[in-house]
């Protein structure tokens, strides 16, 4: 059974640093693109960053220069390096598995992140 973890959430002040960290157990990571996503009270999940099993990276507009995703491979965990944190950046963040083959996809139930004063 596949299961994504994730951590590294918390508190932080405008403009300082966190580092989200998800872990795949259950299938070979390599066969997985992953992601992060982020989602705030009231609002729709939005796409924050991918990254293919190759190491390619796609990033939303509005972490671009800021974000940067990346993925070890031989330990089966992808990253979050998120910089120059903005009250707007406050959010549940969720991480995303998707076969890069058959589509099935797999969520983990997400870290908070709070950006706040």
């Known amino acids: 059974q596949v299961r994504v973890v994730e951590s590294g959430g918390g508190l932080v002040q405008p403009g300082g640093s966190l580092r989200l960290s998800c872990v795949l157990s259950?299938?070979?990571?390599?066969?997985?693109?992953m992601g992060w996503y982020r989602q705030a009270p009231g609002e729709q999940r939005d796409l924050v960053a991918t990254i293919t099993s190759g190491g390619s990276a796609n990033y939303a507009d509005f972490v671009k220069g800021r974000f940067t995703i990346s993925r070890d491979n031989a330990k089966n965990t992808v990253y979050l390096q998120m910089n120059s944190l903005k009250p707007e950046d406050t959010a549940v963040y969720h991480c995303?598995?998707?076969?890069?083959?058959?589509?099935?996809?797999?969520w983990g139930q997400g870290t908070q992140v709070t950006v706040s004063s």
């Open positions: 995303n598995a998707r076969h890069r083959i058959t589509d099935s996809e797999y």
């Open positions: 259950g299938n070979i990571f390599r066969s997985y693109t």
